[in-house]
């Protein structure tokens, strides 16, 4: 029996990678919807348990893709765009959560953005914003009960050139960029291990090190295409902001953008 074409390599790189994401294809209107497992607990390192400290997340599914739209990693979308409503890329917020009412999934402006940086910063990151290709910004934050807070921004911007050019812009990647709020210093988070689970992506994660005062400041960009994600978690108290929910919140919003 003749077997069928082989498919594309960028697919087998895919498939060997993404041990915490599955494809699954299916008719969804005139598009393509795709559904996306549970992370599993080897994708984050020291997991051992049912009791890890990660968060209760519903099942995640791709939204479905406008009709004759490609995905961003395809052979006919050169510029890597995400045709799907950036919204709907967005991680919902886990069990127990209690939204943040600024921060519900809509679109925010540059401002409050821009409020996740350091006072002296903002300036000059609007700046940046307004000088280059910025489409639109889509957020979503939440508070746990132990008091630990979640801030997602997702920035689009015109191609995957423009949103490479803002990292490059703000120094993300060579050093943590500019200065976040209620951080006076930020480091390279040695104990991250989600880099490679999705294709065509880039992730770039920090934490603010001892002695951090009353509250410690996580933070990790992912370039996807066109689009930048930020993921800020922080959380006050000597006990500091947890590592595993962070892990596993920044590698679930980074699937969602792949």
Request: hydrophobic residues 35%; charged residues 25%; aromatic residues 8%.
């Amino acid at each position: 029996v003749p077997q069928g074409p082989r498919p594309p390599r960028r697919v087998l790189r895919a498939v060997a990678r993404w041990t915490a994401a599955v494809l699954v294809f299916g008719a969804a209107g005139a598009g393509t919807a795709y559904g996306i497992t549970s992370m599993e607990r080897t994708d984050v390192p020291g997991l051992a348990t049912e009791d890890d400290g990660r968060w209760d997340y519903p099942a995640l599914a791709l939204p479905a893709l406008p009709a004759d739209k490609p995905r961003p990693y395809s052979d006919g979308n050169p510029s890597e765009i995400h045709y799907a409503d950036l919204r709907d890329l967005l991680l919902p917020a886990p069990a127990g959560a209690t939204v943040d009412k600024k921060l519900k999934g809509g679109w925010v402006g540059t401002g409050q953005f821009t409020s996740e940086f350091a006072e002296g910063g903002r300036t000059g990151i609007g700046d940046t914003l307004r000088e280059g290709t910025l489409r639109h910004i889509a957020a979503r934050g939440w508070t746990m009960p132990d008091g630990t807070s979640n801030r997602i921004y997702l920035l689009q911007f015109s191609s995957a050139d423009d949103a490479d050019a803002y990292r490059d812009d703000r120094f993300i990647g060579a050093s943590a960029g500019d200065e976040m709020r209620g951080a006076s210093e930020m480091e390279l988070d040695e104990s991250w291990r989600g880099g490679q689970k999705v294709d065509s992506t880039a992730s770039y994660v920090f934490s603010e090190p001892k002695p951090y005062g009353s509250t410690q400041v996580r933070a990790g960009y992912v370039i996807a295409g066109d689009t930048l994600a930020l993921v800020v978690q922080s959380r006050k108290g000597g006990a500091g902001t947890p590592r595993v929910p962070f892990h596993q919140t920044l590698i679930l919003q980074n699937q969602l953008l792949g």
